[in-house]
């Protein structure tokens, strides 16, 4: 997925990638090491979380923005995303419509989210 993801940046002259990370504590390290302006962040890492990673480089005080990029279509998604701090999420099912919408506007201040799941009854 990494490798996609940095394949599609690639082509973009006003982005540009500056680390990658395999897991939610390098990811905490890289973070540290980088200060990037935006984070793509999975829900679903191995060790530290998604959720857990993005509560804690919000906590740190780090002016990067973090999208969540995940498979969970769940009811609450949307919740958690936004209680962790982070400034957006977009699915992996609709990634080739919405990332680089989803970077792009993230990077502009703006949150980013179009229209997870709903609770039934919400």
């Known amino acids: 997925m ?3 993801i940095r394949a599609l940046l690639e082509d973009e002259p006003d982005l540009e990638i500056c680390g ?3 897991n939610g504590a390098e990811g905490l390290e890289k973070e540290a090491e980088l200060r990037p ?3 793509i962040m999975d829900l679903s890492m191995p060790g530290v979380g998604g959720v857990s ?3 804690r480089i919000k906590q740190s005080g780090s002016s990067a923005k973090i999208l969540v990029f995940t498979n969970q279509e769940l009811a609450g998604v949307e919740r958690i995303v ?4 982070c ?5 992996k ?3 080739s419509r919405d990332l680089l919408l989803g970077i792009r506007t993230v990077l502009k201040g ?3 989210y179009p229209g997870l799941a709903k609770a039934p009854g919400a």
């Not at 936004?82 to 701090?85: A, D, P």
């Open 87 to 91: 400034e957006g999420v977009v699915l």
């Open 110 to 112: 703006r949150k980013f």
């Open 53 to 55: 990673a993005a509560h």
């Open 37 to 39: 302006d935006l984070i």
């Open 82 to 85: 936004r209680l962790s701090g």
């Open 93 to 95: 099912a609709n990634a």
């Open 2 to 4: 990494r490798r996609g």
């Open 20 to 22: 990658e990370a395999s």
